[in-house]
Nanobody
Framework: QVQLVESGGGSVQAGGSLRLSCAAS????????MAWFRQAPGILREGVAVIYRGRGTIMYADSVKGRFTISQDSHNNTVYLQMVSLKPEDTAMYYCAADGYGLRPYEYKYWGQGTQVTVSS
């Protein structure tokens, strides 16, 4: 089992920044893929960014390219999502996921509880 704990959410004005963290524990391994998803009320969960930790390959959803950056601290099994130039449409619950592939939610085995991001105009 893998446990994921997100932190760093909050409320900001449009144009602001936030940095989300996801700490993984339990049966983790160095090449385990980790990703960020988000879900707004009434909308399907969507992939935001994924990092293939073994290869260091990163992929982003088109809606966040150039604004969000995913990174990792392999020593602490922590993945970050730096978000800048936030828009009201970025408002959602953000979830960390692990042991999967790509940006499709159903591909992932482990999920965190989520952290709320609210962007006001």
């Amino acid at each position: 089992q893998v446990q994921l704990v997100e932190s760093g959410g909050g409320s900001v004005q449009a144009g602001g920044s936030l940095r989300l963290s996801c700490a993984a524990s339990g049966y983790t391994y160095s090449s385990m893929t980790m990703a960020w998803f988000r879900q707004a009320p009434g909308i399907l969960r969507e992939g935001v960014a994924v990092i293939y930790r073994g290869r260091g390959t990163i992929m982003y959803a088109d809606s966040v390219k150039g604004r969000f950056t995913i990174s990792q601290d392999s020593h602490n099994n922590t993945v970050y999502l730096q978000m800048v130039s936030l828009k009201p449409e970025d408002t959602a619950m953000y979830y960390c996921a692990a042991d999967g592939y790509g940006l499709r939610p159903y591909e992932y085995k482990y999920w965190g509880q989520g952290t709320q991001v609210t962007v006001s105009s």
